[in-house]
């Protein structure tokens, strides 16, 4: 007999990231093989200190457009869309 069960979408989860996207995934081994934190130094004299606005993050930007470009992903809005969806890009 074919039992049918309600499922329930808004049951909380505590999930941890790093164990769904596996070791040798290639963002993985891109992010232990190149240190970013130079894009702060190279950037920081176009950043404005006192504009009372937060900035985004340029390592974020970077990151976004590597993955872009990796993925052949036409254009930055769809980047964010993909990033939203898939988990290995976080």
Same mark, same amino acid.
Request: negative net charge; proline residues 3%; glycine residues 2%.
């Given at each position: /007999?074919?039992?049918? +069960?309600? @499922?329930?979408?808004? *049951? %909380? +989860?505590?999930?941890?990231? +790093? ?6 995934? #290639? ?9 970013? *934190?130079?894009? &702060?130094? !190279?950037?920081?004299?176009? &950043?404005?200190?006192? =504009?009372?606005?937060?900035?985004? =993050?340029?390592?974020? %930007?970077?990151? /976004?457009? !590597?993955?872009?470009? #990796? &993925?052949?992903?036409? @254009?930055?809005?769809? *980047?964010?869309? +993909?990033? =939203?969806? =898939?988990?290995? &890009?976080?």
């Amino acid at each position: /007999m074919l039992i049918k +069960e309600k @499922s329930e979408r808004n *049951t %909380l +989860e505590i999930l941890i990231l +790093e164990g769904l996207v596996s070791q040798d995934h #290639l963002l993985r081994k891109i992010d232990f093989a190149v240190d970013f *934190t130079h894009i &702060y130094d !190279l950037l920081e004299d176009l &950043y404005c200190a006192d =504009n009372k606005r937060p900035s985004i =993050n340029p390592v974020v %930007l970077f990151k /976004m457009v !590597l993955i872009q470009h #990796l &993925y052949v992903i036409p @254009s930055l809005q769809r *980047t964010v869309e +993909e990033i =939203n969806m =898939n988990i290995a &890009y976080r």
